[in-house]
């Protein structure tokens, strides 16, 4: 039996979650000890691709406004003591039906939380910005402070920032088990390199939550969706971020798809996917070849949108999103742990990578105090018992 390493908080899983998490622990002077089974970063997960766009005005719910104005301030902080911008503002475009999802909702949280916006005809988009080419019928939202944050660098600064304030970190270290700790006050950690104890666990595994804890029933369903870099018919100077915009479109069909300007990353690629569609696997074992029929899926949409784009893909990448039955976090203490020893940070579902450094503060609260200035009410783990008995 090995020794054991004893801890005040065990965080499993060193993504864009978990990373924020060790990092706010540490920074609190909390003997933090946090660990995953790669690398990270690394392209295995759902914490890669160089980008990912960030908003306010969110149409998925105003619940999470609030969440995203400390967001902003937190990725400020993480640029400055990391020493390079992690935060790009680009603008932000929405497009869609104007009562549909993407529109109405966008401008709900726009309006509830006083947040700047502009409402431009189909028109209007081509004209200001002439790589789309949205149907007449179509409506768009713009807001001026949305942007990117890169997912990579970000991992290495929260992880940095950790490791500077004494966090104890494992990598490449693979879970196995865990228990209560004997006497019931705690929980033990078993990996392949070393047996931890702490008073609090919190889970921010990701895809792999459900499978390392089948026991606790997580309502979580792993999807397979692919990244992809086209080049632009006439060059990238169209897409240079300070004339292209991050968007979002919701066509007719019920499709979401989204991308980016082009930031160099990709040699003339530039960043575009679909949010939903995507196709049930295992983490384990999940089909990272990327097909023709993928790349087709994807260019048959930038030919009705952005014509400009659909041509050669230059590259493409597998990346897995975390579902939870509603699309919406799960966020707090798990409702069958007695002494609320263990804290989830899973399910964000495609749309939660903006949060991570916000999402960190609010589960080092859940861990240390309990609480958080944060309303958590819509996110919170009971709402699937509830729903599971209804």
């Known amino acids: 039996m090995p020794n054991v390493n004893k801890y005040d908080i065990i965080v499993c899983g060193l993504g864009g979650m978990g990373s924020a998490t060790v990092s706010h622990l540490a920074e ?30 969110y149409f998925e719910s105003p619940a999470y406004v609030p969440m995203l104005f400390r967001a902003y301030q937190l ?28 529109i109405a909702g966008s401008k709900l949280s726009a309006e509830t939380y006083g ?47 950790a490791s500077r304030h004494n966090a104890h970190l494992g990598f490449e270290e693979t879970f196995l088990e865990w228990k209560k700790c004997p006497g019931g006050s705690g929980i033990e950690v078993l990996t392949d390199k070393g047996r931890y104890q702490a008073e609090k666990l919190i889970i921010t595994a990701g895809p792999w939550a459900a499978k390392l804890f089948p026991d606790l029933r997580l309502p979580i369903k792993i999807e397979r969706l692919v990244l992809h870099w086209f080049q632009p018919d006439g060059g990238t100077d169209p897409f240079l971020p300070d004339r292209f915009p991050v968007h979002i479109w919701k066509v007719e069909d019920g499709t979401e798809f989204y991308g980016f300007p082009y930031d160099g990353e990709v040699e003339n690629g530039v960043k575009v996917a679909i949010h939903n569609r995507g196709t049930p696997c295992d983490p384990d074992s999940p089909d990272r070849e990327v097909s023709e029929a993928d790349i087709d899926q994807m260019r048959t949409l930038l030919a009705g949108h952005i014509p400009s784009l659909a041509g050669k893909c230059l590259h493409s990448v597998v990346c897995l999103y975390s579902q939870s039955p509603e699309g919406d976090f799960i966020l707090g203490p798990h409702p069958h742990s007695e002494s609320e020893d263990l804290v989830l940070g899973i399910g964000f579902s495609g749309h939660g990578y903006k949060f991570c450094p916000v999402i960190g503060e609010i589960l080092a609260d859940l861990a240390t105090t309990g609480a958080t200035r944060f309303d958590l ?7 699937w018992i509830n729903s599971q008995s209804a």
């Open 377 to 383: 009410s819509p996110f919170c783990p009971t709402r």
């Open 28 to 57: 609190r002077g909390i003997k933090v000890f946090g660990f995953d089974r790669f690398h990270p970063p690394h392209t295995l997960g759902s914490s890669h691709g160089q980008s990912r766009i960030i908003r306010q005005a």
């Open 115 to 161: 947040i700047p916006h502009e409402i431009l005809t189909a028109a209007e988009i081509r004209d200001r910005y002439p790589p789309f080419q949205p149907a007449d019928n179509l409506t768009g939202i713009f807001e001026k402070k949305g942007g990117t944050v890169n997912p990579e660098e970000a991992i290495r600064a929260h992880l940095e920032n």
């Open 75 to 102: 990725w400020e902080k993480l640029s400055q003591d990391h020493g390079k911008q992690l935060f790009n503002e680009t603008g932000c475009l929405m497009v869609g039906e104007p009562d549909g999802r993407v």
